[in-house]
């Protein structure tokens, strides 16, 4: 008689796009490869003499666009929702989800601008993230496996840094944080993958003493929510991925990177009765 058994991190291997799993601890071993498909669900269907079978099933993306998810969002921030609360959006992504959040509540909305450490010659990943303020949040189990020197660190921190003042000068006022002392602060993002830039946002906001820091984001890997749970007062995210592989892209039917121009113009448009 057959059962499934789905993957786990401790279960899951990945050797390029292909997903195997260790079936040992179930008294049977890996007879089956498989690849993996956005928002799937990877298994094994083990019987036992007969060997394994891999199986995926289809789940589909949760969300339509960034607008639809902070919709979601809006409605499950109700509990922590006021006039009085302040969203703070890190663009450029969380920009577009921010604005039903905070218009939902009437409250402000302002920008915390972060940039993640490139790797050189892998601009598209990071090691870490920086703040405006000159805050850094290192991956220091990458850093030390990519034997990265306080040289190469020192460098990409102030090519961030760069960056971010470029983005302070196109933002304007939006980019200056109120008082956030005693107040609800709601940090939202299009998502956490490794959660690095959103770790290094809430490092900057917890200086300021406020009464309650809520992390909000619509998808999340497994890791990413674990670690940010521990270090705010909740985290709100209705799609915390299982998958061993994860992509905050997969959540959404309608996905690409926002331009500086596109996030001026959300800010622009938001109406007269938004704050």
């Known amino acids: ?157 102030q090519q961030a840094l760069e960056s971010i003042r470029v983005r302070l000068s196109l933002y304007g006022s939006k980019v200056e944080l109120p008082d956030l002392k005693e107040r609800t602060v709601i940090l939202v993002d299009d998502g956490l993958a490794s959660g690095y830039t959103m770790e290094a946002a809430v490092k900057v906001v917890k200086k300021q003493e406020p009464s309650l820091v809520v992390v909000a984001v619509p998808t999340s890997s497994m890791s990413a929510y674990r670690r940010l749970s521990s270090l705010v007062d909740k985290v709100v995210c209705p799609d915390v991925s299982r998958l061993p592989i994860f992509a905050v892209a997969d959540a959404y039917r309608d996905w690409r990177d926002l331009e500086d121009e596109e996030v001026i113009a959300l800010l622009r448009n938001r109406g007269p009765d938004f704050p």
């Not at 007969?50 to 998810?69: F, L, S």
């Not at 989800?97 to 993640?116: D, M, N, Q, T, Y």
């Open 1 to 157: 008689m057959g059962f499934l058994v789905f993957g786990t991190y401790n279960e899951v291997i990945r050797e390029d796009d292909l997903l195997l799993l260790d079936l040992s601890k179930y008294g049977g071993t890996l007879s089956g490869l498989g690849y993996r498909h956005p928002r799937g669900r990877l298994g094994i269907k083990w019987e036992k003499g007969r060997g394994a079978t891999m199986e995926t099933y289809w789940e589909g993306p949760r969300y339509a666009d960034r607008h639809e998810a902070g919709l979601v969002l809006a409605e499950k921030l109700a509990p922590y929702g006021s006039a009085h609360a302040v969203v703070l959006a890190i663009p450029n992504g969380g920009v577009a989800v921010a604005l039903p959040i905070a218009r939902e509540f009437g409250c402000s909305l302002h920008l915390i601008v972060v940039r993640k450490l490139q790797i050189p010659d892998r601009p598209e990943a990071g090691f870490g993230s920086v703040v405006s303020d000159g805050s850094v949040i290192l991956n220091e189990p990458l850093v030390q496996r990519l034997n990265l020197s306080g040289e190469v660190i020192g460098s990409q921190k």
